[in-house]
């Protein structure tokens, strides 16, 4: 079918599909498709199939015409795109170049697309980088902090006996905003709010205000925002709140001791058992932070030194998948994360544009490293990946059967792989680079850095 095809490369990984179509081509496709209805036609005076062709073509022509010449690109794209190489990313749909494109039928018809293809990756240099390593230290303070959370994640909720909100209470309040006269203002009122004081994790941010109340008791209360509060209802706005504590509950907190112990794990038959245990989860806790944080550098100098124009599809569907996610986090649909947004005066491409520099530079270390793994010829195989599931779920102390099985019966042995072929990367990276001593680092400060 086609007489000519030529390719040509556009910036972003994008190409430009060019396509003939041979005038006798045409004209065939345009007669099968006039004979094809010219079978069922019916027209008043005529039987049906007898219609004159003529008649047809005057009554029909512009619709046969275009009929034709979107059955003749599709066919023509699909039959160019058979044997070239720059073949469209999957979620890269070609985009027809002419906008009032008519057909001729004693021409040759001839159009362009262009669509998203896969980048070329070329990586800059991967051998010979420095990085630093940070020097963690991981104290006695380190330890009873994580023994603190231990016993706020055993702490009994029970109702508190003198009935008065203190910091650390968890409290349930009714909430609604009052205008100038005192009078509710509509659409404001929340009921059954539980407002753990001290985390400040309402909206309002009412815990200090709390401080003091009884059961039962409720109070007008006035708060001032400031002009760069998270919230945009709030930014700069005086608001008088009635609140009323309805209940008042504590945590009963276990004492440390070996009985506590025994209650987080069989595993501990002493508080000392535990220590030892947490001591060496902060250790590895560190050292997965700081592989990391080495992983991240080195991957940061190598997208530095390498040329690559990641495709403008590639980044929008990162960043819908993004949203995606972002929705799943608050329980949402797209739409209503969109409409939630709405309220805090901010758009979806307004956020899309916010996320775009991180979302390219994500996507391209995964294309270098993709690439690195093709080049140091990494292969994983499935049942390399099987046992790593095997591993894991012993460490979780879980059945790996029925895990396998999941894996199996999803197809996600891939990722496994995938992630598999990364660790072997990073660690052939990370051999043959100069790792030199950082600077010295708290425990905590190292787990809240970025990267």
Same mark, same amino acid.
């Given at each position: 079918?086609?007489?000519?095809?030529?390719?040509?490369?556009? /910036?972003?990984?994008?190409?430009?599909?060019?396509?003939?179509?041979?005038? @006798?081509?045409?004209?065939?496709?345009?007669?099968?498709?006039?004979?094809?209805?010219?079978?069922?036609?019916?027209? *008043?005076?005529?039987?049906?199939? !007898?219609?004159?062709? #003529?008649?047809?073509?005057?009554?029909?022509? %512009?619709?046969?015409?275009?009929? +034709?010449?979107?059955?003749?690109?599709?066919?023509? $794209?699909?039959?160019?795109?058979?044997?070239?190489?720059?073949?469209?990313?999957?979620?890269?749909?070609?985009?027809?170049?002419?906008?009032?494109? /008519?057909?001729?039928?004693?021409?040759?018809?001839?159009?362009?697309?262009?669509? #998203?293809?896969?980048?070329?990756?070329?990586?800059?240099?991967?051998?010979?980088?420095?990085?630093?390593?940070?020097?963690?230290?991981?104290?006695?303070?380190?330890?009873?902090?994580?023994?603190?959370?231990?016993?706020?994640?055993?702490?009994?909720?029970?109702?508190?006996?003198?009935?008065?909100?203190?910091?650390? @209470?968890?409290?349930?309040?009714?909430?609604?905003?009052? =205008?100038?006269?005192?009078?509710?203002?509509?659409?404001?009122?929340?009921? =059954?709010?539980?407002?753990?004081?001290?985390?400040?994790?309402?909206?309002?941010?009412?815990?200090? #205000?709390?401080?003091?109340?009884?059961?039962?008791?409720?109070?007008?209360?006035?708060?001032?925002?400031?002009?760069?509060?998270?919230?945009?209802?709030? *930014?700069?706005?005086?608001?008088?709140?009635?609140?009323?504590?309805?209940?008042?509950?504590?945590?009963?907190?276990?004492?440390?001791?070996?009985?506590?112990?025994?209650?987080?794990?069989?595993?501990?038959?002493?508080? *000392?058992?535990?220590?030892? #245990?947490?001591?060496?989860?902060?250790?590895?806790?560190?050292?997965?932070?700081?592989?990391?944080?080495?992983?991240?550098?080195?991957?940061?100098?190598?997208?530095?030194?390498?040329?690559?124009?990641?495709? +403008?599809?590639?980044?929008?569907?990162? $960043?819908?998948?993004?949203?995606?996610?972002?929705?799943?986090?608050?329980?949402?649909?797209?739409?209503?994360?969109?409409?939630?947004?709405?309220?805090?005066?901010?758009?979806?491409?307004?956020?899309?544009?916010?996320?775009?520099?991180?979302?390219? %530079?994500?996507?391209?270390?995964?294309?270098?490293?993709?690439?690195?793994? /093709?080049?140091?010829?990494?292969?994983?195989?499935? +049942?390399?990946?099987?046992?790593?599931?095997?591993?894991?779920?012993?460490?979780?102390?879980?059945?790996?059967?029925?895990?396998? %099985?999941?894996?199996?019966?999803?197809?996600?042995?891939?990722?496994?792989?995938?992630?598999?072929? %990364?660790?072997?990367?990073?660690?052939?990276?990370?051999? !043959?680079?100069?790792?030199?001593?950082?600077?010295?680092? !708290?425990?905590?400060?190292?787990?809240?850095?970025?990267?």
């Amino acid at each position: 079918m086609i007489q000519e095809k030529k390719i040509e490369k556009l /910036e972003n990984s994008a190409v430009q599909l060019h396509i003939t179509i041979p005038q @006798d081509e045409v004209r065939v496709a345009y007669d099968d498709l006039v004979k094809k209805y010219a079978k069922s036609a019916q027209i *008043k005076g005529f039987r049906k199939g !007898k219609v004159p062709r #003529d008649l047809l073509e005057r009554r029909f022509g %512009e619709g046969f015409r275009a009929e +034709a010449l979107q059955n003749l690109l599709e066919a023509g $794209l699909e039959e160019a795109l058979k044997d070239v190489e720059e073949r469209p990313l999957p979620y890269a749909r070609p985009s027809l170049v002419e906008e009032d494109l /008519e057909l001729t039928l004693d021409a040759p018809l001839s159009f362009s697309v262009t669509y #998203d293809v896969f980048p070329e990756v070329t990586p800059g240099t991967y051998e010979g980088l420095t990085v630093a390593e940070p020097k963690v230290s991981i104290t006695k303070a380190d330890e009873d902090r994580e023994l603190e959370e231990l016993r706020q994640q055993n702490a009994l909720v029970i109702e508190k006996e003198d009935g008065t909100v203190a910091k650390g @209470d968890i409290a349930t309040v009714t909430l609604e905003e009052l =205008d100038e006269d005192g009078s509710p203002l509509d659409g404001t009122r929340q009921e =059954d709010l539980t407002v753990t004081v001290g985390e400040e994790e309402n909206l309002y941010r009412i815990d200090k #205000d709390i401080i003091g109340f009884s059961r039962g008791e409720t109070r007008t209360i006035e708060k001032e925002y400031s002009q760069e509060d998270d919230h945009e209802s709030l *930014k700069g706005q005086k608001k008088r709140l009635q609140v009323t504590v309805s209940t008042i509950k504590q945590r009963d907190v276990p004492e440390l001791d070996d009985e506590f112990a025994q209650d987080v794990s069989d595993e501990f038959e002493t508080l *000392k058992d535990l220590r030892k #245990d947490i001591k060496k989860r902060l250790a590895e806790n560190a050292e997965k932070k700081i592989r990391a944080q080495k992983i991240d550098e080195l991957m940061k100098q190598i997208s530095e030194n390498t040329a690559l124009e990641v495709p +403008a599809s590639m980044v929008q569907t990162e $960043l819908e998948s993004s949203w995606r996610g972002l929705a799943e986090q608050y329980h949402a649909t797209p739409e209503q994360l969109e409409q939630l947004l709405a309220f805090q005066g901010k758009t979806r491409d307004e956020i899309f544009d916010e996320w775009r520099p991180s979302a390219l %530079e994500r996507l391209k270390r995964s294309l270098i490293a993709q690439k690195l793994i /093709e080049l140091e010829k990494i292969e994983v195989s499935d +049942a390399e990946a099987e046992d790593q599931i095997r591993k894991d779920a012993e460490e979780r102390k879980a059945d790996p059967e029925p895990i396998l %099985e999941y894996y199996r019966n999803k197809n996600m042995l891939s990722y496994v792989k995938q992630d598999l072929a %990364e660790r072997t990367l990073f660690d052939r990276l990370l051999e !043959k680079s100069t790792v030199t001593p950082g600077e010295k680092i !708290k425990y905590l400060d190292l787990m809240a850095e970025n990267g």
